[in-house]
């Protein structure tokens, strides 16, 4: 076996609502091989991993994978659940996966959840490994591969303050993204956006940040403002270092000037040689090293937000307690395998590392790490309490004396940092302030000693900054709407987000021709899939996300946001059959209803009721677990669907004679006359009527007024707002119509449209993308209307097809169904242009079904085309004169 590739659906998806990896996998000479086939695989495999019996399956139950494996499963599917197996040894645990045949004969794709990407990546390369293995009955070196797995997650996981962080903003429901592999976090999305990285936030002060990191000018910034620090000097060199104790009572603390982390700290120093050796330890730090009076108490550790004390803990420095039987350096290894220690942040405690610094402290006292202590006997290894040298803490945030939290708060704001961790060596800190005082100030404090003590209440550090950086009432995120379906929602995107451009907003809008940011264009090509959903959400000058979420998109890279305020589907047909794993209408249908799916609560979905696949979506399981409004559209104003849902109080958007009516209940107000909105081209483009309601029908659910979506559909004009889909030209004396319609339903409904026209004679160069299945090709062919002539092209990249097969297979249709229509078969598609315009007789009208649509107006611009935007002149008379009066 071998992977092909292994893609991130960091979103919502098809297999799982949930982040997954999916791998595709090639089975290679085990294509169509069977679990039972290979002698002894099964018993190799439950050996090895006997945990994996308990794995449900299909089933429900434990033992139901198993029994699948004697039955005879394939090898994708045994891949699967080794890896999931093999998560619980790496620390992150999960049970979800799912595997499925791909369109490549012997290629299967293998999804599973993730909680660590890096991590899971690695655990599917090995399940691959480790079952081609055990298929050959060869040795395969698992347990270092585990830790390989371990190691790559305490690396890549989210330290306990950022994952704190995290966790607290994920309680508000606060959408986030990890922006970079360290702790840099992004919350919210467009104007919402706020950022963090550890404890620092976007808006904590860079001249603070500075400030705190030089310990010496903090001291004296405090002092200046008559708070109390200890006195002292910075030294460069070892014998300034001990000339320095000369001017200091003893005892004295050396340590780096820009430390952190309670690194190269030395305390309770009094003869020069301690001073030397103290000195060595800390220049190894910092090039520059504090030599100051020494604080005589306990040390604490008090964090601000925003100014006020959130928590407090007293810090108790590493140690280890004898037991009159193992040496000190046992007694460590012995501390250290509580389960709540780990390396560095990753767990809540920090494993004690013997260093030359907890040697000399050792040796300070007379000891070494050879020595047994008495039983009882407590021997401190640090002098300094930080947790992350093995440090434990004890809450005591409800006992600080009030002259000790003013003192505090005088601190923060003197040094100007909006999260700031301030330590103090004090004799108690439930007492009134009298000696002692603040040793430093620190950015971006680590708080798990608050949301994980040794001893005493959790506090929720991170919730009083996630609530600073998102006050109560302060929008946490933008509105997003989420257009999906196979035909129109394009055209629907572009309504929708001129609606919100009226309104005065930044839009960021995808569609399959570009991201747009307001009125930039971001990126141009296919844009439909979560990449550019994350490029609108990520900046922070947008308003609102109107994000066309095409099928595509869904199925390589799942959606590019969590939650919609609206999703549209606009209707449901065959198209794509053939590709990703789609092979007919409920495939479609079930890769559409994501949209659906992912309605936040309360939010609004709108609904195609002249659809019965779409109408099918509103009751789905998936669908109805989490409540929201159901809005429909129509073209037919006596649809039993939308009088059955207004008359229970629901909102419906129809088609009334010429008039769009907004059916809220009982109350009806109409909108504007279809045959008013450019883009319906007086009328005769019902699916573009569809297409209004339906974006009408989303931008009143997201709140905007009547007044300005009528305005907004007034001003949409088809060849400036619109391109690509229904343009008209005037060309010579004879029209074309540019429209990239690539399914059946498509093709119908643009030639249904133009026979409604006055025109005598009309040609059609028709065009199938050459990855849909045969079948739904002959179908796009047997779709084309009453015209007279048919020009067959082919796309420039016929996407795995020969040159020229797609055409001769669309032309055979046509030839033998329609022998009297005469067909030709142009291939290069800017030829096809020419020859269409050159036989068109006046007034004639061509409809080019394009592939590039700015080579193909370019093309015609060549010819002197120009945009039509007046209709009258086209629809013909019997039509103009069935449009009903006002």
């Not at 419906?652 to 008013?676: C, I, K, P, Y």
């Not at 339906?694 to 619109?722: I, P, Q, T, W, Y």
């Amino acid at each position: 076996m071998h992977i092909h590739r292994i893609r991130t659906l960091a979103g919502p998806n098809i297999f799982s609502h949930r982040p997954m990896l999916a791998m595709e996998l090639d089975l290679d000479d085990l294509y169509a091989v069977e679990s039972y086939a290979v002698h002894g695989f099964n018993q190799r495999l439950m050996q090895l991993l006997p945990g994996i019996s308990d794995h449900h399956c299909a089933s429900g139950k434990p033992g139901g994978f198993v029994k699948r494996l004697h039955e005879g499963t394939y090898f994708g599917h045994i891949v699967e659940h080794v890896a999931l197996e093999l998560t619980d040894a790496a620390g992150i645990s999960t049970t979800r996966g799912k595997t499925v045949a791909t369109d490549v004969p012997g290629r299967y794709l293998v999804a599973t959840e993730y909680k660590n990407e890096a991590a899971m990546k690695h655990i599917l390369e090995t399940a691959v490994a480790l079952v081609d293995a055990l298929v050959r009955d060869q040795p395969y070196p698992l347990e270092s591969r585990m830790e390989e797995a371990r190691a790559i997650v305490a690396k890549t996981s989210l330290g306990p303050s950022t994952k704190a962080i995290v966790d607290a903003a994920a309680r508000r429901g606060i959408p986030w993204a990890r922006v970079n592999n360290d702790s840099r976090i992004r919350f919210g999305t467009g104007k919402a956006i706020r950022y963090v990285e550890a404890t620092m936030t976007d808006r904590t002060n860079i001249i603070a940040v500075d400030l705190a990191g030089n310990k010496h000018e903090t001291k004296r910034v405090l002092s200046d403002v008559g708070l109390p620090v200890p006195r002292g000097c910075v030294v460069e060199q070892r014998d300034e270092a001990i000339r320095a104790l000369q001017f200091t009572d003893p005892p004295v603390v050396v340590k780096p000037l820009d430390g952190n982390q309670g690194r190269g700290v030395s305390l309770n120093l009094h003869s020069p040689e301690q001073v030397a050796e103290a000195f060595d330890i800390a220049a190894s730090v910092s090039r520059r090293v504090i030599v100051e009076e020494m604080f005589v108490g306990n040390d604490y550790r008090v964090v601000m937000v925003d100014g006020r004390m959130v928590a407090a803990a007293q810090r108790i420095p590493a140690h280890v307690r004898g037991d009159s039987t193992h040496t000190i350096s046992q007694l460590i290894d012995l501390t250290n395998h509580d389960p709540r220690r780990g390396n560095g942040h990753e767990k809540p405690m920090t494993k004690i590392h013997t260093d030359p610094l907890v040697i000399a402290i050792l040796k300070r006292h007379g000891r070494t790490l050879s020595d047994v202590p008495a039983d009882g006997e407590l021997v401190l290894l640090r002098e300094s309490a930080n947790l992350s040298t093995g440090g434990e803490a004890r809450d005591v945030t409800d006992r600080v004396h009030p002259t000790i939290r003013r003192l505090c708060e005088r601190a923060a704001r003197v040094v100007g940092l909006d999260v700031c961790g301030i330590d103090l060596v004090i004799a108690d800190i439930e007492q009134p302030f009298t000696k002692g005082g603040i040793v430093e100030v620190n950015a971006a404090p680590g708080i798990r000693m608050h949301h994980f003590p040794g001893e005493g209440e959790a506090r929720d550090v991170a919730g009083a900054i996630v609530d600073m950086l998102y006050p109560d009432g302060a929008a946490t995120q933008i509105p997003v709407i989420a257009i999906t379906g196979t035909n129109g929602k394009t055209t629907v995107t572009r309504m929708i987000g001129r609606a919100f451009r009226e309104a005065g907003q930044t839009v960021g809008m995808t569609t399959t021709d570009g991201i747009w940011i307001g009125d930039d264009e971001a990126a141009r090509g296919d844009m439909t899939g979560p990449w550019s959903a994350n490029v609108v959400l990520s900046d922070p000058s947008v308003d609102v996300a109107v994000l066309e979420t095409a099928r595509g998109g869904i199925m390589r890279g799942g959606l590019g946001f969590d939650w919609a305020d609206v999703g549209v589907i606009t209707n449901i047909d065959a198209d794509h059959f053939g590709q990703d794993g789609i092979e007919g209408l409920d495939d479609i249908v079930r890769v559409k209803r994501l949209v659906a799916e992912r309605v936040r609560e309360g939010g609004t979905l709108v609904l195609n009721a002249d659809d019965e696949h779409v109408r099918s979506v509103a009751v789905h399981p998936r669908v109805t677990a989490v409540a929201k409004r159901i809005v429909y559209f129509s073209l037919d104003s006596a649809s039993p669907v939308v009088r059955y849902h207004v008359e229970r109080g629901g909102t419906a958007f129809v088609m009334n004679g010429d008039w769009l009516e907004e059916h809220d209940g009982q109350s009806v107000t109409r909108l504007m006359r279809a045959s008013a909105a450019p883009s319906t081209l007086g009328g005769t483009a019902t699916f573009q009527v569809a297409n209004i309601l339906a974006a009408a029908a989303a931008v009143r659910a997201a709140g905007l007024s009547r007044d300005v979506l009528v305005k907004a559909l007034e001003a949409f004009d088809l060849s400036s707002h619109n391109s690509g889909r229904m343009n008209v030209y005037a060309v010579r004396d004879a029209y074309v119509v540019v429209d990239y319609g690539h399914n059946p339903q498509a093709i119908r409904t643009l030639c249904g449209t133009v026979a409604r026209w006055r025109s005598s004679n009309v040609t059609a160069v028709l065009g199938v993308p050459g990855d849909r299945s045969d079948e739904l090709i002959r179908e796009c062919a047997r779709a084309v209307g009453d015209v007279d002539r048919v020009i067959v092209r082919e796309d420039d990249d016929t996407r795995g097809r020969g040159r020229g097969d797609v055409a001769n297979l669309v032309k055979s249709v046509l030839e033998h169904e329609r022998p009297a229509l005469p067909v030709d078969m142009i291939l290069n598609e800017l030829e096809s242009v020419d020859a269409a315009i050159a036989a068109a007789p006046r007034d004639a009208i061509v409809i080019m079904f394009v592939d590039d649509i700015d080579q193909v107006v370019d093309r015609l611009q060549s010819h002197g085309a120009q945009p039509v935007t007046e209709f009258a002149s086209l629809v013909r008379a019997t039509d103009a004169a069935a449009l009903p009066a006002a």
